[in-house]
């Protein structure tokens, strides 16, 4: 029972058990994410019906997706990873178009029921976003009640983008 060899093994099989685990989760979730997506465009772009949805919100969301999946254009991590980013940005971004510029379902949406300030969220969103990386990432080190140093060469443009698709994120 307490043979260390024992333990280090049942501890590793544990973590492979998580680690597998924690896949197919991310899997799952990743294909029922991109499934709705293609079913919501289904009845948008298909059935040409966007009655009752909010033009601003999807909106806000393929701006959520360009910014946090913005690596995309500029690293490769894999086949899946590269797909599943891609897809996220084109379906919204298709649903998007459809929603403002084709028929029937350009008709169907209504301006004057999607009346929330979007704009001013994303303004709000980038200003929080801001402060928090600069402060959170270490290029503005605050070092007292008045004295603060400011680290240009730690400043990520896409660190920062990532941070503002998390605080926008509905």
Known sequence: LNNPSTHNNASHCNTNESIEAMRRLRLSGDIFHIVSLCLFYIIIGIKGN???????AQELSLIVFVTRYLDVFT????????FMKL????????????????????????????TFNHWQIALFSAVFALLAYLIGSGVVDIKGDTDFEVHFER???ASLLWTFSICLEP
């Not at 966007?50 to 601003?56: E, F, N, Q, R, W």
């Not at 690293?75 to 590269?82: A, I, L, P, R």
């Open 50 to 56: 966007s009655a009752g949805v909010s033009l601003k």
């Open 75 to 82: 690293d490769f991590y894999s086949t899946y990873n590269t």
């Open 87 to 114: 897809m996220c940005i084109s379906i919204t971004g298709l649903t998007v178009y459809t929603m403002r510029y084709q028929e029937p379902a350009r008709s169907t949406y209504s301006a004057r029921q999607d």
């Open 155 to 157: 400043y990520e443009l």
